[in-house]
């Protein structure tokens, strides 16, 4: 099992970077993907949340109307556009995978990947 995060970097205040969160070893269409993010000294907390149908999705208050959350089954990837970038985004992006299958809870995490946001 893989879940893999890329696309972090270094932006302006204003920027956009877009997350891609790729997934292997375990049947992806049927995982709930979110986004959660950690910055220094505060607790890790979820960002974004897409059901394995994508037909829902929801957002912490914080990045609502800023940030979008997708996924392609196809391709076993889910992806957070991030658009107006705030210092406040700051922080490492993790993604998650979650899904109870006949009674068993499976939860896979991701390394994360460093959004830092910056003049």
């Known amino acids: 099992v893989r879940v893999v995060e890329s696309g972090g970097g270094l932006v302006q205040p204003g920027g956009s970077l877009r997350l891609s969160c790729a997934a292997s070893g375990f049947t992806f269409s049927r995982y709930d993907m979110s986004w959660y993010r950690q910055a220094p000294g505060k607790e890790r907390e979820l960002v974004a949340i897409?059901?394995?149908?994508?037909?829902?999705?929801n957002y912490a208050d914080s990045v609502k109307g800023r940030f979008t959350v997708s996924r392609d089954n196809a391709e076993k990837t889910a992806y957070l556009q991030m658009n107006n970038l705030k210092p406040e985004d700051t922080a490492v992006y993790y993604c998650n995978a979650r899904a109870t299958l006949l009674g068993v809870e499976h939860n896979y995490w991701g390394q994360g990947t460093q959004v830092t946001v910056s003049s």
């Open positions: 897409i059901i394995s149908s994508g037909r829902a999705t």
